[in-house]
């Protein structure tokens, strides 16, 4: 948690898509602090991006990111929201980023957390303070129990249990998040498609009639992997979230409280509800 001192203190806000980065900093705001974003072209959201103080960035523009974070007197910086890691070639590159390109190349070489980590060690060489969601916009994380008024029946727990299970073997490969248990069978695991794919996956095998099992039976299981930095890319559920387990056809979705970001908190809980799906924050 953050000391008293740092109470008051901006925060960088470093955005890649979708509404996260917006949800975070209007968090920030409500504690009391600053909240400066700094949208990715190609990615930030350019009409919610004007109701904040921000400055956009290319990707491959380190320099310029810390030259302005400094002139705005952030030590604090979260990385938030939906990026596809581009090709090196793609990346726009000034001369601090530049001077750090043998670092970088190595961390490509492994998956998304070990380029996350390795850029934050970067930062935080040069000064600054990489933060997570638990200590800038806590009351964005999942709670413990159910969040709605359908709980995990014993066939459903027996899922969760077994999509951990899966997701705490596959956390070394640094892949996905995120698991689909049906009656005790692990039928897919998300990949570079994201969850909102899985899911859409998911659905798509239960209309070719690949998966037989009766509808609202299955779990997605979302879960940080094991040994993850958890400031860096924690797991993330909302409504388009909630849609698609219902077009998938689950019987609710399982995450780990305090640990899972929850975007849109009432209107997730309130489809959820809707489609008789449960939404449990796992201990």
């Known amino acids: 948690m953050l000391t008293q001192q740092r109470d008051g203190e901006p925060v960088a806000i470093v955005c890649g898509g979708g509404s996260l980065p917006f949800a975070v900093a209007d ?44 002139a705005e007197q952030c030590r604090d910086v ?38 996350l980590s390795g850029i934050g060690r970067i930062l935080e060489r ?17 709670p413990v129990g159910s969040l709605t008024r359908t709980a ?18 596959l956390s070394p490969f640094d892949i ?20 909102d794919g899985l899911l859409a996956r998911i659905a798509q095998l239960r209309a070719q009639g690949r998966i037989r099992s009766a509808s609202r039976r299955g779990v997605l299981v979302k879960l940080p992997k094991r040994g993850q930095d958890l400031r860096f890319d924690l797991p993330a559920i909302g409504p388009q979230t909630v849609a698609g387990a219902v077009k998938a056809e689950l019987a609710g979705i ?9 975007a849109e908190p009432q209107a997730m809980i309130e489809t959820a509800d809707a489609a008789g799906l449960f939404l449990t924050g796992l201990r």
């Open 27 to 70: 968090a920030v705001l409500r504690r009391g602090r600053r909240a400066v974003l700094f949208p990715i072209r190609g990615w930030g959201d350019a009409a919610a991006v004007e109701r904040y103080e921000h400055h956009w960035i290319a990707l491959g523009q380190f320099g310029r990111m810390c030259r302005l974070a400094r």
């Open 78 to 115: 979260v990385f938030i929201g939906n990026l596809v890691r581009p090709p090196i070639s793609e990346i726009r590159l000034d001369w601090q980023t530049i001077r750090l390109m043998p670092r970088i190349i190595g961390l490509y070489r492994g998956g998304d957390d070990h380029l």
């Open 152 to 169: 995990p029946d014993a066939k459903a727990a027996a899922d969760i249990a077994k999509g951990r299970e899966a997701l705490s073997a």
């Open 254 to 262: 399982a995450v780990l409280a305090g640990n899972t970001i929850v």
């Open 126 to 142: 040069d000064g600054f303070r990489m933060v997570g969601i638990k200590d800038v916009a806590p009351d964005l994380l999942a």
């Open 176 to 195: 996905g998040q995120a698991v689909v248990v049906i009656d005790g069978h692990v039928v897919a695991v998300e990949d570079i498609e994201g969850t």
